[in-house]
Nanobody, 116 residues
Framework: EVQLVESGGGLVQPGGSLRLSCAAS????????MSWVRQAPGKGLEWVST??????????SYADSVKGRFTISRDNSKNTLYLQMNSLKPEDTAVYYC???????RGQGTQVTVSS
């Protein structure tokens, strides 16, 4: 069974950092393009970052709103996707999901709240 389980969210002050993890099971995530997306309260789903499969050289892209602050990575030996988030802003507050792009399958999400 394909599963994606996000973790690492929490409450952090503006300027702080968090590292999100997404543990994949039931498939080898390195063979797939994987993304982080987020949904702020009362808003739609927003794309954050994508890392392509190793066959596509693991090409990485970021939304302009997070470029220079967030870093996506993966550890294929652990079948896990990561999102390092630095210099967090209140507008980064959202539920963060990892997504398998092929079929848009997502996990249950992890809440990130940036507030003083």
């Amino acid at each position: 069974e394909v599963q994606l389980v996000e973790s690492g969210g929490g409450l952090v002050q503006p300027g702080g950092s968090l590292r999100l993890s997404c543990a994949a099971s039931g498939f080898a995530s390195g063979f797939f393009a994987m993304s982080w997306v987020r949904q702020a309260p009362g808003k739609g789903l927003e794309w954050v970052s994508t890392i392509k499969s190793y066959t596509d050289l693991g090409t990485i892209s970021y939304a302009d709103s997070v470029k220079g602050r967030f870093t996506i990575s993966r550890d294929n030996s652990k079948n896990t996707l990561y999102l390092q988030m630095n210099s967090l802003k209140p507008e980064d507050t959202a539920v963060y999901y990892c997504r398998r792009d092929m079929d848009s399958r997502r996990g249950q999400g992890t809440q990130v709240t940036v507030s003083s």
